[in-house]
């Protein structure tokens, strides 16, 4: 993600600035967006993807969906039954 944020930035020929000014961070937490550091805040990603109108690929980007609910009827099943012991 990180790689195509910078990529996307400098095909539309922004400076980091202007892109760290329209997401609504400061320029050093662009930086870190485009350098990837996984501490960046995953609401900075959404505004620059809605901006960069790419937001509808979010779901690609998560390998497994955090609300399956087979997933979710799995994990209380478990939490039940530590629970009781």
Known sequence: MAERLRMRRI????RQSDMA????VSVPTYRRMERG???TPIGYWVKAMRLLGTVER?????PVSLFDEDDLKNR?????????R
Do not use: F, M, N, Q
């Not at 209380?76 to 009781?84: G, L, M, N, T, Y």
């Open 11 to 14: 095909a539309r020929g922004d």
């Open 21 to 24: 000014a329209r997401i609504g």
């Open 37 to 39: 550091d996984p501490a």
């Open 58 to 62: 979010l779901a690609d980007t998560i």
């Open 76 to 84: 209380k099943r478990v939490r039940r039954r530590a629970a009781s």
